[in-house]
Antibody, heavy 119, light 113 residues
Framework: EVQLVESGGGLVQPGGSLRLSCSAS????????MHWVRQAPGKGLEYVSA????????YYADSVKGRFTISRDNSKNTLYLQMSSLRAEDTAVYYC????????????WGQGTLVTVSS | DIVMTQTPLSSPVTLGQPASISCRSS???????????LSWLQQRPGQPPRLLIY???NRFSGVPDRFSGSGAGTDFTLKISRVEAEDVGVYYC??????????FGGGTKVEIK
C-alpha cells in the first residue's frame, strides 16, 4: 500500500524558513518523480514544485522560484521542501504527491501538512 | 501557461440523479506522444484529493464505474451516473500535458439538494 506522510508544518513568521518532509512507502521511491502541491485555506490546488526520480531535475512554480528548494533522499525514501523568505500568501496545506507511471497523472496524495505564515 | 476553467462552480444534485462537470483548457492538451493528460480528482470534505480519472477516461484503481470521463482537445466532461452521498465534495480537473508543471481547474462543488 502506497503511503505518503508529510511533516514539518507549523507557524512561522514572515521572512522565516521551514523544511517540510514526506516519508514514502509502499513503492520503489527512486523510480518516481514527486511533486509538492499546496492548497490555501478554502481555495483550490496549486502546483509548487517537482523533482525527478534521481533528483537530477527540479522544477518550480514562478510564485516560489528562488525561495523554495525541493530535494529527495532516495536512501531514506524521503522528499523535502525547504522554504525560505516565507510570505503570508504561502499559508496553505502542503501535499506530497506521487507521479503515476509515465507521468500520466498524480496517483497518490499524502494527508498534507499545514504551513501558517503570520506574525 | 495552460489555464483550466471548470463549470459550474456548484452543482446541487438529488441523490440517485446524474451530475456533470465541464472543464475547458486554454490550449489543446494533446501531448507530442499522442496522449491527452487530463485527469479528474475528487476532494471530500477534510480529505486530500484523490485520483478518479486519468488520460480523459481511464478510471483509477478502486473508482466506482458510476464515474466516467470523456472529451477531446480542449473540452472535457466528468459524469456521475447516479450521485451517492459519499460523492459530496469538490471535483478538480487537472492537466499533466505540460508535465512537470500541473495546472488545476478552480473546482466544482457537488452537494446534495
Amino acid at each position: 500500500e502506497v503511503q505518503l506522510v508529510e511533516s514539518g508544518g507549523g507557524l512561522v513568521q514572515p521572512g522565516g524558513s521551514l523544511r517540510l518532509s514526506c516519508s514514502a512507502s509502499g513503492f520503489t521511491f527512486s523510480s518516481y518523480s514527486m511533486h509538492w502541491v499546496r492548497q490555501a485555506p478554502g481555495k483550490g490546488l496549486e502546483y509548487v514544485s517537482a523533482i525527478s526520480g534521481n533528483g537530477g531535475s527540479t522544477y518550480y512554480a514562478d510564485s516560489v522560484k528562488g525561495r523554495f528548494t525541493i530535494s529527495r533522499d532516495n536512501s531514506k525514501n524521503t522528499l523535502y521542501l525547504q522554504m525560505s523568505s516565507l510570505r503570508a500568501e504561502d499559508t496553505a496545506v502542503y501535499y506530497c504527491v506521487k507521479v503515476s507511471v509515465a507521468g500520466s497523472s498524480v496517483d497518490y496524495w499524502g494527508q498534507g501538512t499545514l504551513v501558517t505564515v503570520s506574525s | 501557461d495552460i489555464v483550466m476553467t471548470q463549470t459550474p462552480l456548484s452543482s446541487p444534485v438529488t441523490l440517485g440523479q446524474p451530475a456533470s462537470i465541464s472543464c475547458r483548457s486554454s490550449q489543446r492538451l494533446v501531448h507530442s506522444d499522442g496522449n491527452t493528460y487530463l485527469s479528474w480528482l475528487q476532494q471530500r470534505p477534510g480529505q486530500p484529493p484523490r485520483l478518479l480519472i486519468y488520460k480523459i477516461s481511464n478510471r483509477f484503481s478502486g473508482v466506482p464505474d458510476r464515474f466516467s470521463g470523456s472529451g477531446a482537445g480542449t473540452d472535457f466532461t466528468l459524469k456521475i451516473s447516479r450521485v451517492e452521498a459519499e460523492d459530496v465534495g469538490v471535483y478538480y480537473c487537472m492537466q499533466a500535458t505540460q508535465f512537470p508543471q500541473l495546472t488545476f481547474g478552480g473546482g466544482t462543488k457537488v452537494e446534495i439538494k
